[in-house]
């Protein structure tokens, strides 16, 4: 069973964003409560994960789709906690909010099934729908995407494999 290390309940604010230029960026998921502020390092494709589940919870949850664009910004110094290994999303019926909780793994060994730490953020539907928002947001301003195979376009350009390479 993972250490919890931290448990925002609830969290002030809760944010997704990216430091660094396109094709290079480190993601971070951060929460503060109060004077404390918790900061973790993510993928680009957890945190797209990440804002999908909200929207899909919060769906089921009778909530009409998310349109708000939020603005949110991470607090400095930045001093990541550790790099996430999972993420999951929850809700507890009992105080409708919506949990976020992100666990670390040993000795960075991502594959390792049993976490050594752990953090949980709890947020109200309107800050689950604003972190969402922002992480979309986050998320598309990254390099832009090959029309035939997907993949990001460095300023290089990239090997394509729809075209044999050209």
Known sequence: MPQLLYDFNPVSDVVV???GEPGHRTFYLQGRQGRSTVT????KLQAQ???DGIDELL???GEPPNTSKAELSLDEPLEPLFRVAQIGLGHDERTDRLVIIAYDSPDGDEDDAEASGAVRFWMSRDQARA???HARIVCAGGRPTCVLCGNPIDAEGHF???RNGH
Not at 40 to 43: K, N, Q, S, Y
């Open 59 to 61: 769906e089921k949850l």
């Open 17 to 19: 964003d990216a430091i």
């Open 40 to 43: 973790v390092i993510i993928e």
């Open 131 to 133: 972190l969402a928002a």
């Open 160 to 162: 394509c494999p729809k």
């Open 49 to 51: 994960a990440l804002a």
